[in-house]
């Protein structure tokens, strides 16, 4: 365990000035080392390394680069994932205000590896604070010659969930709205000029342009991992899942906050150590990360990709939403089912239609108005939310409702036996969307709870 902070990932204090970065002990050193390697042998240790993609798949990053670098049909591009729309996660903004500098670096060093000429860093808009430090980074380090010759644009987005999905990124960085494109990113890229039917991939045709997408904190990882070795990274956390991350944890906790942890640290041990535990003598009763992936109650998981689906779920980017024993998990579904109705595009009907059933049946059982025929259409829509879907979020709609029910069962009886909630709180619950994290103190965007299924706010 790393306390937060200390690691290669978070310095001990942001870093202001391109001097100040080369200064540190690996500044620049992942790009001197990637160009002494060459582009195939980059691959090669970034694939030796371990790394798995820090956006909430876990992809490994050398086999991510591999498929780009050797895929034909036009022009190669990188785009930096930075829309973190991920409720209770913060580390990409965090990461971007600490260190812009190694963000940009292993940016530079992933166009070198797949042998692209222009790459994007996509923000949201409101990001302001993140967008001038990334692009003040960009400005230094082709001053002082280190990307000289590099086209970096960095791309202001909207402010929807899906922004951050990533067909739908490219969607936004070509100027469009953020609905998830049929095809992924590495089968028709940014400015891909074929028209796309569904019928038939675009891979080998000329106009592809085959496009990485990697998230902020996995295009961080990267410099040090080239300046100090694959094996220096596989000497941290586990065999299968190598390294450090950056965690978010907030909700009922002490005081909010990011830190630096080696993978495979127990789940419990993180929320003391990032969260600095929960308040009094109240009791975890569940942790879910993010709204992606099934709840979980064990404290004694590890933080690794492997320890969450031994549990049956997925760690997500790292961001920890704790419950104490009050919470009501009825209001918890709830919360999560209606951001994800929200944010649903609604290109694909039974997401749409589906999350709002979801979110309508479990407002009723909230409120106490429920019977078993809301319990029976629940079921329902449980199976048919993700029929047809063109992107992950219809199935964490599924994932996450079907995985809260299952394990608080009992509090669904409650709230039908007595026809009101059995422990309702003097605030509503808040769904973490983090608007900003510092100092121990999280702020919540409030305009979520405005926001309407067709995307405009009440
Ligand atoms: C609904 C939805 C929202 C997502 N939001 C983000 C996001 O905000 N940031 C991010 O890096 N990845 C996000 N992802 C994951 C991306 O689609 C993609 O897997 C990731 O950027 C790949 O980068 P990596 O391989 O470095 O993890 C989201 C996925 C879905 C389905
Ligand atoms: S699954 Fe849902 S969010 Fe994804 S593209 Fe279809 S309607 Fe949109």
Not at 203 to 216: D, E, K, M, Q, Y
């Amino acid at each position: 365990m790393t306390s937060p902070g200390a690691g290669y990932l978070l310095p001990p204090a942001p870093i202001e000035t391109l001097d100040a970065y080369l200064a540190t002990e690996t500044g620049g050193l992942g790009l001197q080392r990637a160009q002494a390697l060459g582009p195939a042998e980059t691959i090669a240790e970034i694939t030796r390394s371990g790394l798995r993609g820090r956006g909430g798949a876990g992809f490994p990053t050398g086999r991510k680069w591999q498929t780009i670098a050797s895929s034909e049909g036009g022009r190669h591009y990188v785009v930096a994932n930075g829309a973190e729309g991920e409720p209770a996660t913060f580390k990409d903004r965090a990461l971007m205000r600490a260190n812009p500098y190694q963000l940009v670096e292993g940016l530079v060093i992933a166009a070198f590896a797949v042998g692209a000429d222009e790459v994007f860093i996509a923000l949201k808009a409101r990001f302001e604070r993140e967008i001038d430090r990334v692009t003040t980074a960009v400005a230094e380090m082709q001053q002082a010659g280190i990307c000289a010759d590099c086209r970096v644009t960095v791309v202001p987005g909207p402010d929807e969930y899906l922004f951050g999905e990533e067909k739908a990124l490219l969607e936004a960085v070509e100027g469009k709205p953020p609905l998830p494109r049929l095809l992924p990113p590495y089968e028709h890229g940014l400015f891909a000029s074929d028209v796309v039917t569904g019928w038939e991939p675009t891979a080998g045709v000329a106009s592809a342009n085959p496009t990485l997408v990697n998230n902020i904190e996995t295009l961080s990882s990267v410099p040090p991992i080239l300046a100090r070795g694959a094996d220096w990274h596989r000497s941290m956390g586990t065999a299968e899942s190598p390294g450090h991350v950056v965690a978010t944890v907030v909700g009922d906790v002490v005081a909010p906050d990011v830190g630096e942890i080696e993978l495979g640290t127990p789940l419990g041990t993180v929320i003391d150590i990032v969260g600095s535990g929960l308040h009094g003598d109240r009791t975890v009763k569940a942790v879910m990360s993010g709204v992606a992936n099934p709840v979980v109650r064990d404290l004694a998981i590890p933080v690794s990709y492997e320890g969450f689906a031994a549990a049956g779920s997925g760690m997500g980017a790292v961001g920890f939403f704790v419950l104490d024993d009050r919470a009501c998990m009825v209001e918890a579904a709830h919360v999560m089912s209606r951001f994800l109705y929200v944010e649903s595009c609604g290109q694909c009907p039974p997401c749409k239609l589906g999350s709002g059933e979801l979110t309508d049946r479990l407002a009723r059982i909230e409120a106490g108005v429920a019977d078993r025929g809301d319990v029976d259409a629940i079921g329902h829509w449980l199976e048919r939310v993700t029929d047809g879907n063109r992107c992950y979020l219809a199935v964490q709609e599924r994932l996450v409702v079907s995985s809260v029910l299952g394990a608080f069962a009992e509090e669904v009886d409650q709230h039908l036996a007595l026809g009101r909630c059995p422990r309702p709180r003097p605030e509503p619950l808040d769904l973490p969307k983090l608007d900003d994290l510092a100092g121990g103190v999280a702020v919540y965007d409030e305009r979520q709870r405005r926001k309407q299924p067709d995307w405009t706010y009440a």
